[in-house]
């Protein structure tokens, strides 16, 4: 009679220890599956946001503030209340077709939709083909290098469901992606916020000033000026500090010199132009330093302009960051740039990006017929997306070209592996 | 409509004032003869019956012992209240005038800007910038508050200060029954958001009517002091996030904001009774905001409800009458230790309305209010130096409910103020 009993409460105990576990996995592996629809592109979701006619007409009219608004989004069936939307952007803000940040917990602590705390939708203002972003955050994932997630919706808005155009729906860099990507979301993120007339490029800049209005926090934000920006000074001096014939030898514990190689050669495939080494210095993106650690990365974002020039030599504007600049003056590290510029190449003339760039333009070409708020023709949008998959063909041919016409060592010990 | 539309009219207002006065004294008889220099509480000249003018300087600077509250905002433990400096005096002797500056406040630094005459018997007539005839609390004069802070009420519900035209008088003697009628561009400077400065909205009417029953009935001396009265006021609400608002004794936001649209209506009462040295005081006050077309869906949602109370009580220790100005009966360093007056007031300012929602569901345009109030106790004792000094030392006990997304402390909270007053 006993054992019986015993059995009875440890299976008890048993499952009152495992019961927990189980409810949050079932909630993750929920949470996961769902967010994956969404910003999986597999289907061109359609986006309903409730909201009301008046702050519709605000956020329109007032679109050079911050301002946030009440709006319940709504997802296949999945609405969620009482978030906040306002308008975001620099030089693709406007008033005909703004793109969006959406804030499931503006109102409500902790709520969101499926683990995302926020949404971005992109209005692709600069980008015909609307696949810029999408298309070199997947080149970025595929190279190694964590990129935010995208995909286009078609956007619905207030209570007559008016359509409201095809929208690049992001999820925004934050403590989520931090956790999806590095496992960790404690450490220091900033956004990097160009300033106008900048040609920034990692010079030393001494006041710890001059880093407040360009490097943003997104966590830590209401920590000390010296605690939030005396490491990024740090990071920049070690840059300039650095020999050139060893770059890890000072560098290596503040940044991971491979891994800028990697998304620099990732850029000057897809042709950036306002990148890492774009024509006004360094511009679009985040700065993350890993928890209790001095290491840093570059996090990509906002990639519209890409897929600039089919011809544009992936040595453009290397001169004019310091180190780019030693990257590509000293032979090591440049042969190791000039090898990764063949790995992109490599994946992008694979098929992959040009099937990718075909699917995901008939996936979206009805929706941009109908768009009544796109600034662009049917025939820009179909000529655009033409150069696209013609880039994803050919681009390729012409960086491995131009490797072998600088360095075609490196080019035939790549071919003897 | 501009920005600085209300600053400019007040701006106006002084000029007309001082233009007024300057040809009154063009026009006079050389008065050098008639020019007589007082200073009894605070200094004035006199120019016959022609002009008068007397200067009034209001100072209150607080020392604050406040809750530490790691995500609102820090508090100086020293803050300069009020520096106001006042002129005001008679023109021909029939036209009352009023200019008031506040030297702490650089946003709106005018306040009460008006003149005032009577044109019948009865009926006065109050023209320019002042206080809106709702909430005995704040109508009282600042240099007149029984407390460090004025009342919740007082503060948030309370109209406030605007510019408009008011008609005030009283019936049958000893002022059985007195009234006031005002009509003011639009809803006073308590509740304003600067958004709502902007525009130009349809006119707030005002009215208070106060009674005193027993002053007339020799049988009820003791009761001959009470007053009560009830006031109310209605004016046109634009659309938009202009909800009235709720702060904390150290001044940190916890009403949810919502937005509103169509009318502002208040509802209040008021008792006051002064017997000897004991002074008793309460009000109640209803405001209700409606919200036409504010849905999520652009539908209309219920009305937005904000209810605050307070009753205090005081006692002037040291035997002198309680009236709005309390001057000691033997001043401090001259044969006396001054007046002292001991005082506790409760109240509560709470809202919440529309029908009750899962947390998750409230939210600005939601048809539901998350419900939050502040029930305060404040107790005080103040020491009435001379007729220019008072020092008061309040302690306060917060017990707040408050919004599930706010940062602040809820349940109970203590802050201390101590202030050093000086009237001339």
């Known amino acids: 009679m006993r054992w019986p009993r015993i059995r009875s409460l440890v299976l008890l105990l048993a499952v009152a220890v495992c019961a927990p576990m189980l409810r949050v996995s079932a909630q993750s592996v929920g949470a996961v599956t769902s967010a994956d629809t969404l910003l999986d592109g597999s289907a061109l979701n359609d986006i309903w946001l409730h909201i009301n006619a008046r702050d519709w007409q605000d956020l329109h009219t007032n679109y050079q503030d911050g301002t946030y608004y009440p709006v319940d989004f709504e997802w296949q069936g999945v609405k969620v209340r009482n978030s906040g939307i306002r308008v975001r952007g620099n030089t693709t803000r406007n008033d005909h077709k703004p793109s969006f940040r959406i804030d499931f917990n503006r109102y409500v602590d902790g709520q969101d939709l499926f683990g995302l705390k926020a949404l971005v939708l992109n209005n692709s203002w600069h980008d015909p083909s609307m696949l810029h972003d999408d298309l070199s955050m997947q080149t970025f994932q595929k190279m190694g290098i964590p990129a935010p997630r995208q995909a286009h919706v078609r956007l619905y808005v207030g209570a007559a469901r008016e359509y409201a155009g095809v929208y690049v729906i992001s999820e925004e860099i934050s403590k989520t992606f931090l956790t999806a990507n590095f496992r960790e979301d404690n450490g220091y993120l900033y956004e990097f916020h160009r300033q106008d007339g900048d040609n920034y490029g990692f010079q030393e800049q001494p006041e710890l000033g001059w880093y407040i209005p360009r490097f943003g926090p997104k966590t830590h934000e209401t920590e000390s000026v010296a605690n939030l920006y005396t490491p990024v000074r740090t990071l920049v001096e070690a840059v300039n500090e650095a020999r050139q014939d060893n770059l890890e030898d000072r560098l290596g514990d503040y940044l991971d010199v491979r891994t800028f190689i990697t998304e620099l050669a990732v850029q000057n495939v897809l042709a950036q132009t306002d990148g890492l080494v774009g024509g006004v210095g360094m511009n679009n993106f985040y700065l993350y330093r890993f928890a209790g650690k001095k290491l840093s990365m570059l996090i990509p974002w906002d990639q519209d302009n890409s897929f600039s020039r089919m011809d544009m030599p992936p040595s453009d504007n290397m001169g004019t960051n310091v180190l780019a600049s030693k990257i590509w003056n000293e032979p090591k590290y440049r042969d190791a740039y000039l090898a990764r510029l063949l790995d992109t190449a490599d994946l992008v003339s694979s098929g992959w990006l040009e099937q990718e760039a075909a699917r995901e333009y008939e996936q979206i070409r009805a929706a941009v017929y109908e768009d009544p708020l796109t600034p662009y023709s049917r025939d820009e949008f179909d000529q655009a997306n033409a150069f696209v998959q013609q880039f994803a063909r050919e681009r390729g041919a012409v960086v491995r070209q131009y490797v072998a016409s600088i360095a075609p060592e490196v080019l035939r010990s790549r071919r003897l592996r | ?424």
Do not use: C
């Open chain 2, 1 to 424: 409509m501009p920005a600085r539309a209300n600053t400019s009219i007040v701006v106006r207002l002084v000029i007309v004032v001082v233009v007024l006065a300057a040809s009154l004294f063009a026009g006079a008889p050389p008065a050098s003869a008639q020019v007589k220099l007082t200073f009894d509480k605070h200094p004035a000249i006199d120019f016959g019956d022609v002009f008068t003018a007397s200067v009034r300087v209001k100072s209150q600077n607080d020392w604050r012992g406040f809750p530490s509250e790691p995500e609102s905002d820090p508090k100086n433990v020293f803050d300069p209240y009020r520096e106001r400096i006042a002129v005001e005096g008679r023109i021909l002797g029939r036209v009352l005038y009023h200019v008031e500056r506040e030297f702490h406040d650089t946003s709106s630094p005018w306040k009460n800007i008006y003149l005032e005459t009577r044109v019948l018997h009865g009926v006065h007539v109050q023209g320019g910038q002042f206080n809106m005839p709702f909430g005995l609390d704040q109508t009282t004069s600042l240099m007149n508050q029984d407390f460090n802070y004025h009342s919740l009420a007082g503060s948030f519900l309370a109209p406030g200060r605007g510019i408009g035209v008011m008609a005030f008088g009283d019936f049958f003697k000893k002022n059985l029954v007195a009234y006031e009628a005002g009509v003011f561009r639009q809803d006073g400077d308590n509740t304003r958001s600067a958004q709502l400065q902007d525009l130009r909205v349809a006119p707030t009417f005002v009215g208070r009517i106060v009674v005193k029953p027993f002053s007339k009935w020799q049988p009820l001396n003791f009761a001959r002091s009470m007053e009560t009265g009830f006031a109310f006021s209605d004016g046109e609400l634009p659309a938009g996030l202009y909800s009235l608002k709720g702060q904390t004794i150290p001044g940190d936001a916890f009403v949810q904001k919502v937005y509103v649209n169509g009318r502002r209506q208040r509802l209040g009462a008021q008792l006051q009774w002064r017997p000897g040295p004991i002074g008793v005081q309460a009000e109640a006050m209803r405001v209700r905001d409606t919200r036409l077309g504010q849905g999520i869906e652009d539908q209309d949602l219920p009305n937005v409800v904000e209810r605050a109370w307070y009753v205090s009580g005081t006692w002037l220790a040291t035997g002198e009458h309680k009236k709005d100005t309390i001057t000691p009966a033997r001043p401090f360093l001259n044969g006396g230790y001054g007046a002292i007056e001991l005082g506790a007031r409760l109240e509560r300012l709470s809202t919440g309305s529309g029908p009750a929602l899962n947390p998750a569901l409230y939210g600005p345009r939601s048809p539901g209010v998350f419900p939050t109030a502040d029930l305060v106790w404040t107790t005080g004792v103040n020491w009435y130096v001379n007729k220019f000094f008072e020092l008061s030392l309040n302690v306060i006990r917060e017990d707040r409910t408050l919004l599930r997304t706010a940062t602040l402390s809820s349940g109970p909270v203590w802050s201390r103020t101590f202030r050093v007053e000086f009237g001339l």
